[in-house]
């Protein structure tokens, strides 16, 4: 443990930034879309949502394909993690950290947004924008977790490890993002993330059905990984990385024929240039 620690601090590092950046978006974005003082609360609830959904679904893409998220693999997901672990692509010390480093950084991006937006976050319209069952209960919140989790960990997996359309898999995911919270947000909150939800309770004190958030999505991509494995075998598994095209380390076991294998031992900058983040 105290070993990849010491060699791959960056990464954790990294890990917490996507979750807190996600969340920092989710919150302003939020605010900015359902707090009743906002300019464009007329706007039709639907298209307000649609608007949500892009705006989180470009973000992921963001994350995804800046170098940072670049460099470690931009899980930003517990469950994504968990499930990667499985497929024997993570070691059990940097899964760990992994998960850690998540949880720490998503409940860092909903403290940070409300010292910035204060009561506006707090408002019962905007709610920390907690991910909580909709109208028709827990039961329909968690088969509806179940089914994008388990879409988004089979997309993920057939098209990562396709030498035709690994490329674009972070776009893939952002697309399923936006869809997801403009058409499934009303039934769960659309979360499929344990991390996530986890931020977003914490902060505000609501835990409504916590627990479905933390098994469903854990549960369906664990799930997909298990249709992957019995439909093209273990070996099809490259990395556990979203995006390969790119010359940053790889701390998994990396099989990616391609740019997107480095040596482990090499250590670029952490900090990239402002300019060259995105």
């Given at each position: 443990m105290?070993?990849a620690?010491?060699?791959?601090?960056p990464?954790?590092l990294?890990?917490?930034?996507?979750?807190?950046?996600?969340?920092i978006?989710a919150?302003?974005?939020?605010?900015?879309l359902?707090h009743?003082?906002?300019?464009?609360?007329?706007v039709?609830f639907?298209l307000r949502?649609?608007?949500m959904?892009?705006?989180?679904?470009?973000t992921?893409?963001?994350?995804?394909c800046?170098?940072?998220g670049k460099r470690?693999?931009?899980?930003f997901?517990?469950?994504?993690?968990?499930?990667?672990?499985?497929?024997g692509?993570?070691?059990?010390?940097d899964?760990g950290?992994?998960i850690?480093?998540?949880?720490?950084?998503?409940?860092?991006?909903?403290?940070?947004?409300?010292l910035?937006?204060?009561?506006?976050?707090?408002?019962?319209?905007?709610?920390f924008?907690v991910?909580v069952?909709?109208d028709?209960?827990?039961?329909?919140?968690f088969?509806?977790?179940?089914?994008?989790?388990?879409?988004?960990?089979?997309m993920?997996?057939?098209?990562?490890?396709?030498?035709?359309?690994?490329?674009?898999t972070?776009?893939?995911?952002?697309?399923?993002?936006?869809t997801?919270?403009?058409i499934e947000?009303?039934?769960?909150?659309?979360s499929?993330?344990?991390?996530?939800t986890?931020?977003?309770?914490?902060?505000g004190?609501?835990?409504?059905?916590?627990?479905?958030?933390?098994?469903?999505p854990?549960?369906?991509?664990?799930?997909?990984?298990?249709?992957?494995?019995?439909?093209?075998?273990l070996?099809a598994?490259l990395?556990a990385?979203?995006?390969?095209?790119?010359?940053?380390?790889?701390?998994?076991d990396?099989?990616?024929?391609?740019i997107?294998?480095?040596?482990?031992?090499k250590?670029?900058e952490?900090?990239?240039?402002v300019?060259?983040?995105?």
């Open positions: 105290l070993n620690l010491k060699n791959h601090w990464e954790y990294i890990e917490a930034w996507c979750l807190f950046t996600f969340m978006s919150c302003f974005f939020g605010v900015l359902f009743p003082g906002s300019i464009l609360v007329r039709p639907p949502n649609l608007l959904g892009v705006a989180m679904g470009s992921a893409i963001g994350i995804i800046s170098p940072w470690s693999g931009a899980h997901n517990p469950a994504v993690t968990l499930t990667f672990l499985r497929l692509k993570v070691r059990r010390s899964a950290f992994y850690v480093s998540q949880f720490v950084g998503g409940v860092s991006g909903v403290l940070f947004s409300w910035i937006l204060g009561r506006l976050l707090a408002d019962s319209a905007v709610n924008v991910t069952p909709g028709y209960g827990v039961t329909v919140a088969i509806a977790e179940l089914i994008i989790s388990f879409s988004m960990m089979a993920i997996l057939f098209t990562s490890n396709s030498a035709r359309v690994s490329r674009l972070p776009y893939f995911a952002g697309l399923l993002v936006a997801y919270i403009s947000n009303p039934l769960s909150g659309m499929m993330n344990p991390a996530r986890f931020a977003s309770a914490a902060i004190n609501i835990w409504t059905g916590w627990w479905v958030y933390f098994t469903a854990t549960i369906a991509m664990l799930g997909a990984s298990e249709l992957f494995v019995r439909t093209r075998g070996k598994v990395c990385k979203l995006h390969h095209h790119n010359g940053a380390r790889c701390i998994f990396c099989k990616f024929d391609g997107g294998t480095v040596e482990v031992t250590r670029p952490l900090f990239p240039t300019i060259g983040l995105f």
